[in-house]
């Protein structure tokens, strides 16, 4: 048996502003999780989940990172980072080695498997960018601004 329809009470004028379409902050949230949909499948074929793939993109683009340089760049604290660099090393993925000009610090690289998985990360970026319905320049412009826009948050965050 169906639900009845329930009448949505109008929104007030002034509360406009905030109506869940018209927030920023949802879209992108919104977005996030459609984007992460589609790559889940697309991942699971080659074995990875979407944060492991954004630390092998990092490790692509520079691989011999260390532990900080790496959570930098993926935007993952250490926390979350070393458990998923523990799988990823089980995987044969990443290596993980001290340096030896100072111990303190853990270098990740990649294994010929890590490095392998490139090729196969070519297809996986054809496919997300073609389910966008985007041309090039368009998902270019669209990172850009996407990119000014966390860059101005941080800023703003941290002060």
């Not at 905030?18 to 902050?25: F, G, P, R, T």
């Not at 966008?132 to 990119?147: F, G, K, V, Y």
């Amino acid at each position: 048996m169906s639900q009845p329809r329930r009448s949505l009470t109008p929104v007030p004028a002034d509360a406009s502003d905030l109506a869940l379409d018209s927030q920023l902050c949802f879209a992108l949230y919104s977005t996030s999780l459609a984007m992460t949909k589609v790559y889940r499948p697309l991942l699971a074929r080659i074995g990875l989940t979407y944060p492991q793939y954004v630390v092998l993109l990092a490790l692509w683009e520079c691989d011999g990172l260390n532990i900080g340089e790496l959570g930098e760049r993926v935007s993952l604290d250490s926390g979350t980072l070393t458990p998923l660099l523990k799988r990823m090393q089980a995987l044969g993925l990443i290596e993980r080695t001290r340096s030896a000009a100072d111990e303190r610090q853990v270098l990740i690289t990649l294994t010929r498997s890590g490095r392998d998985l490139s090729h196969a990360a070519t297809a996986i970026h054809e496919q997300v960018a073609c389910a966008t319905a985007c041309s090039n320049r368009e998902i270019q412009a669209l990172t850009q601004a996407l990119q000014d826009l966390r860059l101005a948050l941080l800023a703003h965050a941290d002060g």
